[in-house]
């Protein structure tokens, strides 16, 4: 029988699933548009590693190293038995939109150029 008092043991899904949400919470508090995915308690001797990807969208002006550092310090403030290892990455849908494609008029002046040098020495080879 468990103490209710206690709440979960830690490493059960009930203590990742709560974990998952309070660092979910913090990294919305950097910006509304992060999100997290393949988050992981890892419990060690002297603290537990938060182990998860960081989603950042790409209008977020914060540079990923600031993003990075706002988490790591953000985390222990949570619970000052974790840590963090944060893989911060750029929203790669929302980059995709926000590229445009290349025509070919305006590839074939380079590309022209660029055939012509490699094909210059072969000319008089044909």
């Known amino acids: 029988m468990t103490d209710s008092r206690k709440g979960p043991p830690e490493g059960t899904w009930y203590a990742v699933r709560e974990a998952r ?10 910006d509304p548009g992060i999100t997290i995915h393949d988050f992981r308690m890892v419990p060690g001797p002297t603290h537990t590693k938060l182990i998860f990807d960081a ?12 993003v990075r550092r706002r988490i790591q310090e953000g985390v222990p403030t949570l619970d000052e038995g974790w840590s963090a290892v944060a893989e911060v990455e750029r929203d790669f849908q929302t980059t995709l939109a926000r590229c445009r494609p290349i025509t070919l008029e305006e590839n074939w002046k380079p590309m022209r150029r660029l055939l012509g040098w490699v094909l210059r020495p072969l000319a008089p080879l044909l």
Do not use: G
């Open 21 to 30: 949400e309070r660092v979910s919470a913090l990294v919305r508090l950097i």
């Open 55 to 66: 989603e950042v969208p790409y209008q977020c002006p914060l540079p990923d190293q600031e």
